[in-house]
């Protein structure tokens, strides 16, 4: 497929960009089973149980940043369908296999959940929050009779290690993949739109896989109402439009994902829900439109590669809602896609998003994310409709920049600068600290 590059270096340089995009998409696009919180601090006390195995586990210690602990407060852990961040811990260092990365619980049973339970009555898990630490940050200390070991998760949900003994601080950070691969293709949206224009079916057909995980649990809320039940209550047939349909897949699925079910889900960037946000709805506007796969696929890419764009400046867990303000411009680039936009209808769909959700702030993991799945997805559809009518929020209004660039860094200021102390806000809430 031609690139229309202008000379052979170009096209070399084109190249190279599309092979770093390519890779990254598959490497942030990966299988999850519960929210990835608890899961990240099952995974790490899998693996510092790893260490002192075959030793049995005496005691796990626990060390969060607000906005893990904030994530993981609330949420249902698979294998008990209950919340709790000492039951993570326990089913992961119990029961937990860390080679299954964010499945770390697939394999756990409900007898697993009791033997859990009881190994937290016993008060032999301890779980505390590190002040001024942002993003992503588990610290998991195992003790065996004679032996003990640390694992930390730390600035992303892949990013693993551990080590014998306690040891209080993680290794240096490496530059994020994410960075790297936007720095290095000069990235600005309508570089990604010409490179995503290449990608074949051959080169993204792993997505399907995605999308079948994906649906499944959507078709598994509807059936049998969970949690909230927010997807099943929408299941109505007064309203079949695409953003209906839309609506209440996203919602069914998160129903099912919050409550802690044991189902996979296609999750991007470490996220289950905004996998679930980026998946669904775009397979339902592409079956509607009855384009190709190939183009699902690609619009998926899209949505995915600005997803990942606007949470590398935000940050992997902002104060900022992920679903809205991440994957859901993700969503509105890839509908304008399928919808044969342009890079300007693109970024007006995204500049009608940032006008539009500005500000919705994470409250943490929890049953009620499905409704804020369900406002993402309907904003989604009206962004892109609108940009595509040739109607976009314009420069000067609020955060609206003169380009989605400069848009999405005004967004990150407000989520970076302007809402540092948000999580521990909303943590003291949650936990009954008073300031």
């Not at 693996?47 to 607000?66: G, M, T």
Request: some cysteine; overall charge negative.
């Amino acid at each position: 497929m031609s690139t229309g590059c202008s000379s052979h270096d170009d096209c070399r340089v084109e190249h190279c960009q599309r092979a770093a995009l390519l890779q990254l998409i598959k490497e942030k696009i990966t299988p999850a089973v519960g929210c990835t919180e608890p899961g990240i601090i099952a995974l790490a006390a899998a693996a510092a149980r790893a260490r002192i195995a075959p030793e049995p586990v005496h005691s796990v210690k626990v060390e969060l940043s607000a906005a893990v602990y904030k994530n993981a407060f609330a949420v249902g852990v698979p294998g008990v369908q209950a919340p709790g961040i000492e039951l993570a811990a326990a089913l992961g260092a119990l029961f937990g296999d860390a080679r299954l990365g964010l499945q770390v619980l697939r394999n756990c049973q409900i007898a697993d959940g009791e033997v859990a339970r009881r190994f937290v009555a016993e008060n032999r898990v301890s779980v505390t929050w590190r002040r001024n630490c942002e993003g992503v940050f588990v610290r998991v200390v195992v003790r065996g009779p004679s032996r003990l070991a640390t694992a930390f998760v730390v600035n992303h949900h892949a990013n693993l290690s551990s080590f014998d003994g306690d040891r209080r601080e993680p290794p240096e950070p490496e530059e994020s993949t994410i960075s790297i691969a936007l720095r290095f293709s000069r990235c600005t949206f309508e570089t990604l739109l010409k490179l995503v224009d290449t990608f074949t079916a051959e080169d993204l057909s792993f997505m399907e896989d995605g999308l079948a995980m994906n649906r499944a649990i959507a078709r598994y809320g509807l059936e049998v109402p969970t949690g909230l039940g927010i997807g099943a209550a929408l299941d109505r047939p007064d309203d079949d439009s695409a953003a209906a349909h839309a609506a209440k897949l996203v919602a069914a699925a998160a129903d099912v994902r919050m409550a802690g079910v044991n189902l996979p889900v296609m999750s991007v960037a470490g996220s289950g829900n905004q996998g679930l946000m980026i998946f669904l709805p775009l397979e339902v506007m592409a079956d509607k439109l009855e384009v190709p796969r190939e183009q699902l696929y690609r619009a998926i890419g899209l949505a995915t590669l600005t997803s990942l764009y606007v949470k590398e400046r935000l940050g992997t867990l902002s104060p900022l809602c992920g679903c809205s303000l991440a994957a859901g411009i993700g969503v509105a680039a890839g509908l304008t896609y399928l919808k044969q936009g342009g890079a300007e209808q693109v970024e007006g769909a995204m500049k009608n998003m940032v006008a539009n959700l500005a500000g919705l702030v994470c409250d943490g993991a929890k049953g009620s994310c499905a409704l804020k799945m369900v406002t993402s997805a309907w904003v989604a559809f009206l962004s892109a409709d609108l940009a595509l009518a040739g109607i976009a929020v314009g420069h000067g209004e609020g955060l609206v920049a003169s380009t989605g660039e400069a848009t999405i860094a005004n967004l990150a200021i407000l989520g970076r600068q302007g809402m540092k102390t948000v999580d521990e806000v909303v943590l003291s809430i949650l936990t009954g600290i008073e300031e």
